[in-house]
């Protein structure tokens, strides 16, 4: 299994506290990504980061920001949190874009926001 | 219409049975394709990549019908540990990869 982790596996916050989450990795990959999970919905992509202080939104990025000082971590903010962000949380690697380059999985964060 | 749409399911097949899932993909320029295998309250992991040709990997065998936008996914002497979501997953190029909703699979004894 690819070297990553997440932190905190669950969280219940309330509407309105800011909110961090962390990846952390040990492949070294240049990739890094952040997707949300809902019922009814494919995985969808929050923001990604092509490297060091490199950063993009994704699909849904309203309400999220990221940051990556190191190559190893990626954090996702969400910035004042509202019931809709009520998720479950995947961080993702891959060492490429390339065709036929696949992304690994960490194991989630679920998130709570009453 | 989604990007890429599959059969929520539930299939629910006996052990042994042989099973199939398809996935229709809307973006004709698509480059990499994928099908992923979530547990429940777990995270994805690839189960195995699909190419132009075809592939198999054991009881798995994956599809790619380019003409007709769709993939495959065809599960041979199913057993109780392929339970699980199914989720097909689409790469237009770069960052633009897309995941389907998933199909649920419940293998019976």
């Known amino acids: 299994d690819a070297g990553i982790t997440q932190s905190p596996r669950h969280k219940v916050t309330e509407t309105g506290t800011p909110v961090t989450l962390r990846c952390h990795q040990t492949?070294?990959?240049?990739?890094m990504y952040w997707y949300r999970q809902d019922p009814g919905h494919g995985l969808r992509l929050i923001h990604y980061?092509?490297?060091?202080?490199?950063?993009d939104k994704g699909e849904v990025s309203d309400g999220y920001s990221v940051s990556r000082s190191k190559t190893e971590d990626f954090l996702l903010t969400l910035e004042s949190a509202t019931s809709s962000q009520t998720s479950v949380y995947f961080c993702a690697i891959s060492p490429s874009t390339g065709v036929g380059e696949t992304q690994y999985f960490g194991p989630g964060t679920r998130l709570l926001v009453l | 219409r989604k990007e890429v749409e599959q059969d929520p399911g539930p299939f629910n097949v006996p052990e042994g049975a042989t099973v199939a899932f398809n996935c229709t993909y809307s973006?004709?320029?698509?480059?990499?394709f994928f099908w992923y295998r979530q547990d429940c309250r777990k995270e994805p992991k690839l189960l195995m990549s699909v190419y132009s040709s075809g592939n198999e990997d054991g009881r798995f065998t994956a599809q790619l019908n380019r003409a007709s936008q769709y993939i495959s996914l065809l599960i041979r002497d199913s057993k109780l540990s392929d339970s699980a979501t199914y989720l097909c997953v689409v790469n237009g190029g770069g960052f633009k990869t897309i995941f389907g909703a998933g199909t649920r699979l419940f293998v019976k004894a």
């Open positions: 492949e070294n990959h240049r990739y």
């Open positions: 973006n004709s320029a698509s480059q990499s």
């Open positions: 980061s092509y490297g060091v202080k490199d950063t």
